[in-house]
């Protein structure tokens, strides 16, 4: 995160633009995405994507289903990144071990969500 001031802005812009709808999780993420995307004040893409991600999160509170599937599969990208950096580096990485398979959760694809909204 660059710089939490602005990341806590575009998330609260987020929330708020996020706080009365209904409906399945992607619409919610596609709604908190195209609030954050492009953010005038938060300009790191890395932390537009968590603030919307985050926003959906609060959304649901943290003793929901959708919290925990959001929370793990944002803890698979975190995952991945490390892992092709590390690969980058020309150490080895045993990719099956690397994302965690969950059989309660399937991924929302949260990468392919956000690649869309942009």
């Known amino acids: 995160m660059n710089n939490p001031t602005t990341f806590n802005i575009a998330l609260t812009e987020a929330v708020l633009a996020i706080e009365d709808m209904k409906g399945s999780i992607e619409k919610l ?23 919307a991600v985050g926003a959906v999160m609060l959304h649901f509170g943290e003793d929901s289903e959708e919290f925990a599937r959001l929370k793990w599969e944002m803890g698979n990208i975190s995952r991945f990144s490390a892992a092709l950096s590390t690969a980058q580096l020309g150490v080895q990485v045993d ?18 969500l956000w690649t869309e909204v942009k």
């Open 95 to 112: 990719m099956s071990t690397v994302l965690k398979t969950h059989e309660k959760f399937t991924a929302i694809g949260l990468a392919k």
């Open 29 to 51: 993420l596609r709604k908190a995405m195209s609030i954050t995307k492009g953010h005038w004040v938060c300009t790191d893409e890395d932390d537009q994507f968590g603030a």
